[in-house]
């Protein structure tokens, strides 16, 4: 009994004994130890030889293994000496980071945070508010693109709301932007925005060509009241310019539109530039008739080319000054209108283009007449009849211009009567002369062409002109003498043509262009006379019925004709004014050729006792 429990006594110290061994290291070691004095002692007999077996077997199954994989054992012996290597790499280089990069990287980012940080928190503060707005950027992106196709399609109306729109929208969105930037942001960012600018940049570009595309339409000649109206309306809303200078843009579109349509009228009617004058050329040999007839032919292609040119005129005056009436002098739409500037006193300028429009449109049409109203005798009684209905019309708008028209139509009249004179009666005449006088070494003598028959000369007693001879029936007597009665019937050709049209304006002009024809033809029978004074008595019988015949029957009747017979005058009256105070020419007007050359073909005629 004493020698078990001594036993046991070393056994549980066996432990204690063994800890100072590397076989206490092992923690399954030591849960064996500890486990031994619990083992019944068949089984602490058999362990050693347990123990052997299986060191045995491992040995056996090391040994076996160290064979089999001894390559296995050699990579592992390289990998852990890499891995050895490689961790104290590692080491080194982590150290390095630590104690140099890592110090140089956070001094680069503060320095670059330094430098480059407000740029960054820029941006990002544009991002940010490109995203807070990008609906609104979106819808103001289309904006010019729209205001662009309605102004192409005709929608004025349209384009100026979509206009207000995107301005107001693009002065909310500078507001929005410069409340949420800071004040630096804001002095460096110089609102408003670059977007807004573009934006504005492009409307502005849409509605410049609105703006023109609308005041295109004031020169369109085809456009009425209606489209001008809607067309000066939009520029009134665009505020383009002030009232007094819309009024006149508009004045001179319509103007230069009147204009142009009148040069291509003019163009069109192919009349030579020089159609105003009133010399003709005529082929050689041509007769009185034949000139007549070219005449006509050109005066009736002068009057067609002026009554559409009074027409077109017309209309285009007429419709000019009701638009410009109606658009800009109506008050009850002064509410629409653009105020001038404070230094400029509308009702003047206002004033000043109503007192300058008539005249301006007169000078498309007087300067005309002028030129081309003379060439158009003896057309001229339509045209009077055209221009008093031209002027009656421009009267109801405040534009009478009848008085400027009466001189006109009465030159007219005086020139084409002087013009059937001369190219009637003095051609007549002048070939007369020719034929028997001018062109031979020696004059024919008077019994060859001056009267009919030589044997029976009128007696002087019957070549006067009697009180009851109508002014319309010409005196028979002058058939007596060819020449005297080719003469008389140019002058009864021209004389008809003149009572188409014969103003009263037009009697002394007439007149006076009668006694100058009649001065000069008988200047050249004058001239004849006195060469032929010394012949043979009965040439000079037949000179002096010739002279009288002129004198006493020719020149008295025409007078008669063309004041009582054409003007429905009173011819006494007529000389009583001619010779009284009131005519200031007078004293020169008796004096002229026809009374000088009357006097000397009577004094001849009072010295043989005729």
């Not at 990579?75 to 080491?91: E, I, P, R, V």
Request: proline residues 5%; glycine residues 4%.
């Amino acid at each position: 009994m004493t020698t078990a429990v001594s036993t046991f006594s070393e056994l549980s110290s066996l432990p204690d004994v063994l800890s100072g061994s590397s076989l206490a290291s092992s923690p399954s070691n030591l849960d064996f130890l500890a486990e031994l004095p619990t083992n019944a002692l068949s089984d602490l007999l058999s362990t050693p030889t347990a123990l052997t077996t299986q060191s045995h077997t491992l040995t056996s199954s090391l040994t076996a293994l160290t064979h089999t994989s001894y390559p296995t054992f050699l990579s592992l012996h390289h990998t852990s000496t890499a891995l050895l290597t490689s961790l104290s790499s590692f080491d080194t280089s982590l150290n390095s980071l630590i104690n140099a990069a890592l110090p140089a990287l956070d001094d680069a980012a503060r320095v670059f945070r330094e430098k480059t940080g407000p740029e960054v928190i820029e941006g990002r503060q544009k991002a940010r508010i490109v995203l807070e707005q990008h609906d609104k950027l979106c819808d103001l992106l289309d904006i010019p693109v729209l205001i662009d196709t309605c102004v192409r399609n005709g929608l004025y109306a349209e384009a100026l709301s979509l206009a207000a729109h995107a301005s107001s929208a693009l002065s909310s969105l500078a507001a929005q932007t410069k409340n949420s930037l800071s004040h630096d942001e804001e002095a460096t960012q110089g609102l408003p925005l670059q977007l807004a600018d573009s934006l504005q940049a492009e409307i502005a570009s849409s509605l410049r060509s609105m703006q023109l595309i609308l005041l295109n339409t004031l020169y369109e000649p085809a456009r009425k009241l209606p489209a001008f109206w809607k067309a000066v309306q939009f520029l009134r809303r665009m505020k383009a310019m002030h009232e007094d200078e819309l009024a006149l843009v508009f004045i001179s579109a319509r103007i230069g539109c009147l204009r142009d349509t009148l040069d291509s009228v003019e163009r069109d009617a192919g009349i030579p530039s020089n159609a105003g004058s009133l010399e003709f050329k005529f082929p050689a040999g041509s007769t009185t008739e034949e000139r007549e007839r070219e005449i006509d032919r050109q005066a009736d292609d002068v009057a067609r080319f002026l009554k559409k040119y009074i027409d077109i005129w017309r209309e285009g005056a007429y419709d000019l000054v009701t638009q410009y009436t109606t658009i800009f002098l109506d008050r009850s739409h002064a509410g629409a209108r653009i105020a001038p500037p404070a230094d400029q006193d509308a009702e003047a300028s206002s004033y000043i283009i109503r007192q300058t429009l008539p005249s301006t449109l007169l000078e498309l049409l007087l300067p005309t007449l002028r030129s081309y109203l003379e060439r158009a005798y003896p057309h001229l009684a339509p045209l009077a009849t055209q221009l008093a209905y031209c002027s009656s019309a421009l009267a109801r708008v405040g534009m009478d211009f009848r008085a400027l028209l009466s001189p006109l139509i009465s030159r007219s009249v005086i020139s084409g009567f002087a013009r059937d004179v001369r190219f009637g009666v003095e051609h007549e005449w002048s070939g007369v002369l020719a034929k028997h006088v001018t062109s031979r070494p020696k004059p024919s003598a008077p019994s060859s062409w001056l009267v009919a028959t030589p044997n029976s000369v009128p007696a002087f007693k019957t070549l006067v002109l009697s009180p009851s001879n109508a002014s319309h029936s010409p005196p028979q007597v002058l058939t007596a003498f060819p020449p005297l009665a080719k003469m008389l019937n140019a002058y009864i050709r021209a004389l008809n043509r003149l009572r188409m049209l014969a103003p009263v304006d037009a009697l002394s002009g007439v007149v006076d262009g009668a006694e100058e024809c009649l001065a000069n033809t008988g200047h050249g029978l004058l001239q004849y006379a006195k060469d032929w004074r010394d012949g043979d008595a009965k040439e000079i019988q037949i000179l002096q019925a010739a002279g009288a015949a002129y004198t006493r029957v020719l020149v008295p009747w025409l007078q008669r004709a063309i004041v009582e017979g054409v003007f429905s005058a009173s011819l006494k009256d007529r000389q009583s004014a001619a010779n009284g105070a009131g005519d200031p020419d007078a004293g020169e007007e008796s004096e002229r050729e026809l009374s000088l050359i009357v006097r000397e073909w009577e004094s001849w005629l009072g010295s043989t006792g005729i």
